[in-house]
């Protein structure tokens, strides 16, 4: 059985819908569009609800599940009050599970992007500590590589099911949905609700902060409680500030460093720089992580921050020291050189030089 067979059986007709603009709340770029090769793309659980938490004596805990896939490349993601072993067992419905990272952040460069995500009412007892170790299990069977679909999907049920003895792992509403260029990829808030679609009146329907409200206006409104529900936020990203840790950029910054902390004139360092600039650029270009507007940028931040240090090194008091990064207010010399010290220095797109380390 694939995830779309699984979701298409329980999920027709349920409402799923991006709230509008005006009705979200200190969501001021809600509605930026997230344009090919310009932004990256971060899919996040900003909230998820069960409308009913006990049955008799047995509860029930909210669990989600997310896959996308997008140019052959699919993440999977669990959310849910299990995954925090470290608390232990007991109480688990007392805890709240909001902004959770499915997907990205991810560089969009147009075509589909398919989403599939399902909020699961997973049954416990007040011995809470099987499921504890359940969803810990399903944490590490998803840092794994290559498992198929069906197979993280027997995990998060049948497991569940078997180490607790329960049979009462239910899918509560399953969204399929796929966005191409007749249903653009832009930023906001979607929001999933257990009740047929045409029962939702969704000019009630306010999110702020992150939460459903219902009411005549956001400022009245009350939680919304009367069924399942689930919101998605899709996030637009200009630049993703882990990129000197990408593959195939890390291994530069040892290098730079090196050529900067050497004991050799700069004008040796700048030869040297020049060798290895072209490698770094080309590094850059051809990453899958970065968009082409934010590669452009990186390669002109740090060929002005080098430059900097070299103008520093050769012309500069040789017993000054500056702060170098933002991260680091403290003063250092030049020649220590790390690419997550690197700030900005040019506007998003602006071009920078091709080959800025001429002798």
């Not at 030049?334 to 602006?350: C, M, N, S, T, W």
């Amino acid at each position: 059985m694939t995830v779309l067979e699984l979701f298409r059986s329980k999920g027709a007709q349920l409402f799923w819908q991006r709230i509008p603009d005006d009705h979200t709340v200190d969501s001021a770029a809600s509605s930026a569009p997230i344009e090919p090769g310009q932004a990256y793309f971060v899919l996040r659980l900003a909230e998820m609800y069960l409308g009913t938490s006990r049955t008799l004596w047995r509860k029930a805990y909210p669990l989600v599940h997310g896959f996308t896939s997008y140019h052959g490349h699919e993440e999977h993601n669990v959310a849910g009050p299990g995954q925090l072993q470290e608390i232990g067992g007991g109480n688990l419905d007392r805890l709240v599970v909001l902004n959770s990272r499915l997907a990205g952040p991810t560089p969009f460069t147009g075509g589909d992007l398919t989403v599939l995500v399902g909020l699961w009412s997973v049954a416990g007892d007040d011995a809470a500590k099987a499921l504890v170790t359940t969803a810990g299990a399903i944490s590490g069977l998803l840092g794994a590589t290559g498992i198929p679909v069906t197979q993280v999907l027997d995990v998060v049920k049948s497991a569940v099911e078997n180490i607790l003895s329960l049979d009462q792992t239910v899918l509560r509403l399953g969204v399929n949905d796929t966005f191409f260029p007749g249903n653009p990829l832009r930023a906001g808030f979607y929001v999933g609700i257990g009740a047929a679609a045409a029962t939702v009146d969704v000019t009630r329907l306010w999110v702020r902060g992150g939460h459903l409200l219902i009411g005549a206006d956001p400022v009245v409104g009350k939680p919304y409680n009367d069924h399942d529900y689930l919101i998605m936020q899709i996030e637009r990203r200009d630049i993703r500030e882990d990129w000197p840790a990408l593959p195939g950029i890390r291994e530069f910054n040892e290098q730079f460093a090196q050529i900067m902390g050497a004991a050799e004139p700069a004008t040796d360092k700048r030869r040297r720089l020049g060798t290895l600039w072209p490698g770094f650029v080309q590094a850059l270009d051809s990453s899958a992580h970065l968009t082409a507007a934010h590669a452009q940028k990186i390669r002109a931040d740090v060929a002005a921050d080098l430059t900097a240090r070299l103008d520093a090194i050769e012309h500069g008091n040789p017993f000054e020291t500056k702060a170098w990064g933002t991260d680091h207010p403290e003063a250092r010399p030049p020649e220590l050189f790390d690419l997550a010290d690197v700030p900005d220095y040019v506007a998003l797109g602006q071009p920078g030089p091709h080959q800025p380390f001429l002798p």
